[in-house]
C-alpha cells in the first residue's frame, strides 16, 4: 500500500473541509481506498491528510493533480495558507 501524506497550513477548518467535501479530483476514481484526516492537537490551522491507494503511480497521479487544478486556484483550496509539503510513503513489511 501507497500513502500520500499532504501537510499544510489553513486558515479555517471548517472552511477547510467543506472544500476537501466537494472533492475536485474525485478521490474514489483517482484510486483512493481510504482517506484520513488529522489535526495537531497544539494547531487548529493545521492539517495532515493522508489517502492510500494501492499502486504508487496513483499517488504519483493525484498529487500531480492536486498540484496542476487545485492547490494553486483560490476557488477550489481557498483556506489554503502557503505550498503543503507532501511525499508517497510505502507501508513497510
Same mark, same amino acid.
Given at each position: 500500500?501507497?500513502?500520500?501524506?499532504?501537510?499544510? /497550513?489553513? /486558515?479555517?477548518?471548517?472552511?477547510?473541509?467543506? *472544500?476537501?467535501?466537494? !472533492?475536485?479530483?474525485?478521490? +474514489? +476514481?483517482?484510486?483512493? @481506498? %481510504?482517506?484520513?484526516?488529522?489535526?495537531?492537537? !497544539? !494547531?487548529? =490551522?493545521?492539517?495532515?491528510?493522508?489517502? !492510500?491507494?494501492?499502486?504508487? %503511480?496513483? +499517488?504519483?497521479?493525484?498529487? %500531480? /493533480?492536486?498540484? +496542476? @487544478?487545485?492547490? =494553486?486556484?483560490? %476557488?477550489? *483550496?481557498?483556506?489554503?495558507?502557503? *505550498?503543503? *509539503? @507532501?511525499?508517497?510513503?510505502?507501508?513497510?513489511?
Amino acid at each position: 500500500m501507497f500513502t500520500l501524506q499532504i501537510e499544510h /497550513k489553513i /486558515k479555517d477548518y471548517e472552511l477547510w473541509k467543506e *472544500a476537501f467535501d466537494r !472533492d475536485p479530483v474525485n478521490r +474514489a +476514481a483517482s484510486g483512493v @481506498t %481510504a482517506p484520513r484526516i488529522s489535526r495537531p492537537v !497544539d !494547531d487548529p =490551522n493545521y492539517v495532515v491528510v493522508e489517502l !492510500d491507494f494501492e499502486q504508487r %503511480a496513483q +499517488a504519483e497521479a493525484l498529487l %500531480a /493533480k492536486l498540484q +496542476a @487544478t487545485v492547490w =494553486n486556484s483560490p %476557488a477550489a *483550496a481557498p483556506a489554503l495558507q502557503g *505550498a503543503p *509539503a @507532501t511525499r508517497i510513503i510505502e507501508s513497510a513489511p
